[in-house]
């Protein structure tokens, strides 16, 4: 089975800090994405990376930002953490383009 | 940009009754997929629905797509309460992405 996985299910966090948030999968997928959501507005995906070291802007990469040094793991950075950044966010993968994804259990991030 | 529209985002039904759930897109797209959220829990996939006419059935849940309308409908047949969660659509955007619908919650009540 596929498995994707988030470093940690609940943060709470200050208004201001640099919050990263990890996912890591182990079924050697090219793309992996990262969502939030928030209810009523389902998914809306920050960012997208199709390569090591490649990476797309989603709808809402404003207040955020990615790494990916390494296949299995997508990293998402909240430079400096806001009220409005409390949300639950979901990683997932996909072993190519146009393909279902597999996503991770979610982090609900808090800040307070 | 695509925009995609589920209806309706809440609903409570009966156990043993039928129900559809609706997703419509604003553009051209061949690709949708289903997926299921408990409460907590992260999004499983349903079904992938990769052409006009194409229609997948599990137990109890049927899915169809109609690329001309950009319609796709989540049949539910003889509600039972394992069924409550809730239940997303999303569709490709030709464009290594997919845009997901708000979601329906439904809940089923005995």
């Known amino acids: 089975d596929v498995k994707v996985t988030q470093s940690s299910r609940y943060l709470v966090k200050r208004t201001g800090e640099k919050v990263f948030l990890e996912c890591v999968q182990d079924m050697d997928h090219e793309n992996m994405f990262w969502y939030r959501q928030d209810p009523g507005l389902g998914l809306r995906l920050i960012y997208f990376s199709y390569d090591v070291k490649m990476k797309e802007k989603g709808d809402i990469p404003e207040g955020y930002s990615v790494s990916r040094e390494k296949k299995e793991r997508f990293s998402l950075i909240l430079e400096s953490a806001s009220t409005n950044q409390t949300s639950m966010y979901l990683c997932a993968s996909s072993p190519s383009v146009r393909t279902e994804a597999f996503f991770g259990q979610g982090t609900r991030l808090t800040v307070v | 940009e695509l925009k995609v529209e589920q209806n309706p985002l809440f609903l409570s039904m009966q156990e043993g009754k039928n129900y559809t759930i609706y997703c419509n897109y604003s553009t051209t797209s061949d690709r949708l997929y289903w997926y299921r959220q408990d409460p907590g829990k992260s999004l499983e996939s349903l079904f992938v629905l990769l052409s006009n006419g194409a229609v997948k059935q599990e137990g109890r849940l049927m899915a169809s797509l109609d690329t001309k309308a950009r319609l796709s409908t989540l049949h539910i047949t003889a509600a039972v309460h394992d069924l409550s969660a809730t239940y997303f659509c999303?569709?490709?955007?030709?464009?290594?992405?997919?845009?997901f619908g708000a979601g329906t919650r439904l809940t089923v009540k005995p």
């Open positions: 999303a569709v490709d955007d030709n464009n290594n992405d997919m845009r």
